[in-house]
């Protein structure tokens, strides 16, 4: 629901889309050749088109059972149950402290007492809610995320002994993995990866999509990467420059076709959303192609 609206013919509300058009204005900065500049200012108009009611929505996250996914995953179920526990600086409740969306504000303008107006960044437009979201993914580890939670070591005991019964029975579905692409030290968790080949293994993410979506009922599937730090990868002509010749690489199993660049793959068919989310994510070309395609 948008609790703020605007007033102007450069903006309409419908019952499934709010359209607006927006001047963006900047300036473009010549230098000549004795040390002046000359700025021309310039605008570009814009048309932009927003959902205006919030889809059902699910979450998969490369690499759920890290600190990452475990992490978000206990931050949901905090807030949803709306959690409290103690620590030794005493007494918490959870909360969203921290997120532009939830907690954030805006300016809106003055009022008529000429007083500066801020409103919930989360009323300006319709938001999904955290804690209506359903989340599942893959990792390379089957260790459930209760355990994957006191690996990470981030939530206070106290909280994760009322969150365990709620994440022992969330395991992660089988993943990519391909040695040649992290750190040795990854190997001893591995026990959790899909067989097949590199085609093989793709198609099993996109069942898994579909899966995902029809059983939790959802109109819309978010993916986004929080795994592991990978080596880089090659961007070549003929490779994986383009979708199609990324998806004839992959039918033939070359080398350089990280695990990384398998996720934003299994959402092309049905423009599913991807994101490489955390810090330590993949920051290749690759990525940016995919997630465009």
């Known amino acids: 629901m948008v609790l703020i609206k605007v007033n102007s013919s450069k903006v309409t509300y419908g019952e499934d889309i709010i359209r607006s058009e927006y001047s963006y204005e900047s300036s473009q900065v010549q230098e000549g050749p004795d040390g002046s500049f000359t700025v021309t200012p310039y605008n570009v108009e814009m048309k932009v088109k927003t959902g205006a009611k919030v889809p059902k929505t699910g979450l998969m996250f490369v690499g759920w059972g890290g600190n ?35 907690i954030g504000t805006f300016p809106l303008g003055l ?21 209506s979201m359903e989340i599942d993914g893959w990792d390379i580890s089957s260790m459930n995320l209760a355990d994957g939670m006191k690996r990470a070591g981030v939530f206070e005991w106290s909280l994760q002994e009322q969150l365990r019964p709620m994440m022992a029975s969330l395991v ?49 599937v978010i993916i986004m990467w929080v795994g592991n730090t990978e080596r880089f990868a090659e961007l070549a002509k003929g490779l994986n420059d383009t979708w199609a010749n990324l998806e004839m690489a ?21 423009r599913t959303p991807w994101s490489p989310a955390c810090w330590n994510s993949p920051r290749r070309k690759r990525s940016s192609l995919l997630a465009t395609t």
């Open 68 to 102: 990452n996914g475990t992490t978000f995953t206990g931050m949901c179920l905090a807030n949803k149950n709306k959690l409290s526990w103690e620590s030794k600086r005493g007494h918490h409740t959870a909360d969203f402290l921290g997120s532009v969306s939830q």
């Open 111 to 131: 009022n008529a007492a000429g007083e500066e107006v801020f409103v919930p960044v989360r009323h300006l437009l319709p938001l999904l809610d955290p804690t």
């Open 172 to 220: 992660p579905r089988k993943a990519v993995f391909f040695q040649d692409f992290v750190a040795a030290n990854q190997a001893d968790r591995v026990d959790n990866v899909i067989p097949g080949t590199k085609w093989e293994q793709l198609e099993q993410l996109r069942r898994d999509i579909r899966d995902f979506k029809a059983k939790k009922s959802l109109e819309k």
């Open 250 to 270: 992959i039918k033939a199993g070359a080398h350089e076709i990280s695990p990384s660049t398998f996720a934003p793959s299994s959402t092309v068919p049905r």
